[in-house]
């Protein structure tokens, strides 16, 4: 028998106002596309073609089903670049800033997920609740126990949903209960690239927890793995706070910053995502955009903790990769739109203003290119992989009030933002198929 046509090979069809981005509009005009009266045509799980309505609709397929979303909003799905699943359940839980937070609310919670039945229980939440808000690729951390890896990876393959993630990597510095060894580490994180990276639509990430929770010798061993596998991901926190700067200070007294420490074990490089970055200085900043190393932007965390306001003016300036993320357990919220409503309040109180169009670009292209993964993710470029969302300016009351009064996308997407939550995502597309439907 010839081959078995499945029902994907169908073009689907998608009509709404359609944005998607080609470059940073703080460096580019024209930096994206707005398709008032739009369509998304996919194939195959991907994008086969975007445009106008009117220029597209004579290209479908006879009999292609056309999807009406006219009234909404279809952009790719959210990017949140740095997020921990095992805490998940610990969202909101008050502490006196982030090492005590740690302390009282995140070890004993990442303590469970040796566990498989909870940590897949947990995965399952999570990614559902990013679905409902949007996020169709995040990267995460697991705990240290590989058990929480396999678990997230297999929630993730059953959605087909192209995520990033890691075993968390600690041998000193915290609990016993979530101690591991350098070989020990190392052993079990190759043995999970060689079985996640690149399966389907999952990607793995070496992931140090951060520099005071790695010995020399767990550092030292993580990096070659990095080496030994160049594609994947890297990704830890960096200069979040000013105790924990001071920690790391007296733990590591030759190094020149923070930063400098990932520097001397050979951290800095494609695919390196950078958590925070608040406390850093200009020459940090230097070594992050010469190295293509990405800062994931975390403002909901930053202000629940009180760990401070990330420079975007400073960062703009060396042209560091950006992108936005949530960072729950110490984020607030799931909500990419959420995010950047603090991202916009972080940004005015350092004396700067960011655009509603940077934001949506931050918490989609941004992200892709921050991962190195444009091209297949982040915007509707023709063959990318079709995870998209659709965002409702009639949401509530007050949304459709306020958005039936813009003047401009800028207002538009700026109302979307500061008001816009999980209730504005209409619906959820990851690889062409609904993942999300809101009732
Ligand atoms: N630094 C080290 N671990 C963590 C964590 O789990 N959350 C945050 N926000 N910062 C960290
Ligand atoms: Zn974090």
């Not at 397929?61 to 056309?66: A, S």
């Not at 160049?230 to 930063?259: C, F, G, I, M």
């Not at 799931?334 to 655009?355: D, H, I, W």
């Not at 290119?369 to 982040?378: A, D, P």
């Amino acid at each position: 028998m010839a081959n078995a046509i499945s029902n994907d090979t169908c073009p689907q069809a998608y009509r709404a106002s359609l944005l998607h981005f080609r470059n940073d509009p703080a460096f580019h005009p024209n930096a994206y596309a707005w398709h008032e009266d739009g369509l998304l045509i996919i194939q195959d799980g991907k994008v086969l073609a975007v445009g106008d309505y009117a220029q597209l609709k004579n290209s479908l397929p006879e009999g292609t089903v056309v999807q009406d979303f006219r009234g909404k909003i279809i952009l790719p799905g959210f990017i949140d670049t740095h997020v921990h699943y095992p805490q998940t359940d610990i969202i909101a839980s008050p502490a006196a800033g982030l090492l005590p937070w740690l302390e009282t609310y995140t070890f004993p919670t990442e303590r469970q997920f040796s566990d498989t039945c909870h940590a897949s229980e947990v995965a399952d939440f999570f990614l559902d609740e990013l679905l409902r808000c949007g996020t169709t690729t995040a990267m995460v951390y697991c705990t240290v126990h590989p058990e929480s890896v396999e678990a997230f990876f297999n929630a993730s393959e059953a959605r087909n949903l192209r995520m990033v993630a890691g075993k968390v990597l600690m041998d000193r510095n915290c609990p016993e209960f979530l101690r591991d060894t350098a070989e020990g580490g190392a052993r079990d994180s190759e043995t999970l690239i060689k079985k996640w990276h690149k399966r389907g639509r999952q990607l793995y990430a070496i992931t140090p927890r951060f520099a005071p929770t790695s010995s020399d010798a767990q550092m030292q061993l993580t990096s070659e793995l990095a080496r030994a596998y160049p594609d994947t991901y890297l990704q830890t926190h960096v200069a979040e706070n000013t105790d924990e700067v001071a920690w790391v200070k007296s733990l590591y007294p030759k190094a020149r910053s923070y930063l400098d420490i990932y520097d001397h074990y050979g951290m800095l490089r494609p695919r390196a995502m950078f958590g925070h970055c608040i406390w850093l200085d200009d020459v940090d900043r230097n070594r992050m955009a010469e190295t293509q190393s990405a800062v994931a932007i975390c403002p909901t965390s930053n202000l629940f903790l009180g760990s401070g306001l990330f420079n975007f003016e400073r960062a703009d300036a060396q042209q560091v990769a950006l992108s936005l993320a949530s960072d729950v357990g110490g984020g607030t919220s799931f909500s990419m739109l959420q995010t950047m409503n603090e991202a916009y309040k972080v940004a005015r109180l350092g004396g700067t203003f960011l655009p509603a169009l940077r934001m949506f670009y931050l918490a989609t292209l941004g992200g892709a290119r921050s991962m190195q993964l444009e091209g297949t993710i982040g915007n509707f470029v023709v063959g990318t992989e079709a995870d998209f969302i659709v965002l409702d300016p009639q949401a509530t009351p007050l949304l459709a009030r306020r958005t039936e009064r813009t003047d401009s996308l800028e207002e538009l997407l700026f109302a979307l933002a500061l008001l816009g939550d999980d209730r504005t995502v209409a619906a959820t597309y990851a690889a062409g198929q609904q993942v999300h439907l809101r009732k």
